[in-house]
């Protein structure tokens, strides 16, 4: 069955339904017959319609103009791209870095680094393939070294501001908690110089040079400030200076500070006290007066109990974790485990005495017999699961306890920088590129951590490395039509994972 056009003798042309049955041909059905080329068009859409109603088939000389029209159709789109880009990324990451207002420092090169940190950290000379290969953008390595010997004077204090905003914005106008940590950045080289030394390297690479990074970020892990100082330089004499120069810029009043015990020392604590600073520190109680001591080990351990002592000005409070408990015993049997294999001999020389870890079990018998005490294990038990917490504010000691655990969000924040983002090793030399290149970092990671709650409020049940990952697949498609000269675009959304990022790419995310 297929649809005819039948010219008369009279002029006019017949449509008609044809039915070829036993080589014999029959009109079906007449359907209309006019002179006019527009009717006799609109006489076969009815004729084509009226045979898939009634027979459920189509002309087959139709289907095959059809599939024709198709594949032309088809070569033809094809044969005018102009450019593929798998720039899924750059197109949710921009959109992003906008959102949060860096969009207002009108730096493109800045944004183009940002966006290729988070989707392939690579050298400064790789990205600038990376970014004409998967972008089409052109920046030559120079031009990028250039930009990195004045980032850090013009950009620095700018970026920072952006972040702290933008980090007021979605905590309702108020920083209030501000988490401070350390960490370690090594190079891959071995000169140091007045910036990088060699020191106590949180990585583990103790024999090359490194700078020590100050982090401080707010309730959340949203980063507010850093600081970079010489690798040698003690943890403890960071966090005053950043948080010092953090209030005065932004004129913060209501805020407290949370840092672990190994940022604090007697000095640290009366700095902040004389600053008038509101803190909750980690506790050294194995360090405190015999008396302390003494109350702390008579106490009861029970489970989320806490115990609150008033001191000259501040607050003790002690708590107990059966969770910390088993941890600590762990820790501690893994820890005389090798010492044991150390030292199995019973000799040690200065440099094994003066190792970090777990010497403080060691008995030196003389001048270079030692031996492990029993006595000094079984006092250490003592203290499994007690865990102490300083602090000048009024805050009931569950809060105290509750705010102080929200330290984990910096260390998520390095384990973030280091991995995803990669921001060591360095391969920078210069004071002002390693600050340069820390602050690209920065503002990577508060990227990161934006698209992190865009993901939540969207209820996206993705994490943003997911994303990353499924973005890297997308691909933009750009083609001229010939005749119009006209320039078509089109993002390629194919696979079910792609589609359910699509809105990330088509919504307005400052809205978020």
Known sequence: MYVRKKANISGVISVQVIDKSQGKYSVIKTIGSSADLDTVNQLLLEAKQWVKVHQGVQDMFEVADQHQEERESFNYFFSNIE??????????????????????????ILEQLVVARLSQPMSKLATVSYLKDHF??????????????????????????????????????????MFYDVTTLYFEADESDELRERGFSKDGKHAQPQVVLGLLVSDGGYPLSYSIFNGAQFEGRTMLPIVDAFVAQFKLKDFVVVADSGLMNKKNIKLLEDAKYKYILGARIKNGPVCLQNWILSLDKTESVFYDKKLEKSRLIIG???????????????????LKAAFKTGKVTKENINKRGYNKFLEIADDVTIKISDAKIQEDEKWDGLKGYLTNTDLPAQQVYEQYNGLWVVERAFRIAKGTIELRPMFHFSPKRIEAH?????????????????LILKKIKLSVDKVIEIARTITTITARMPKSGETVTKIMLLTPKQKAISSLIYDDLESY
């Open 83 to 108: 450019n593929v880009l798998q720039n899924g990324t750059r197109l949710i990451l921009e959109k992003v870095f906008k959102s949060i207002g860096f969009g207002r420092l009108n730096d493109n």
């Open 320 to 338: 107990y974790s059966a969770k910390r408990a088993k941890k600590d015993k762990y820790n501690r049997e893994k820890g005389i485990k090798r």
């Open 136 to 177: 089409d953008e052109d920046i030559h390595y120079q031009q990028i070294y250039r930009y990195m010997d004045k980032l850090a004077n013009t950009k620095q204090q700018e970026v920072q501001q952006i972040s702290v905003d933008h980090t007021r914005r979605i905590l309702g106008g108020r920083i209030g908690l």
């Open 438 to 454: 820390v602050t690209i970092c920065f503002v990577a990671y508060k990227v990161y951590k934006e698209l992190e709650r865009i």
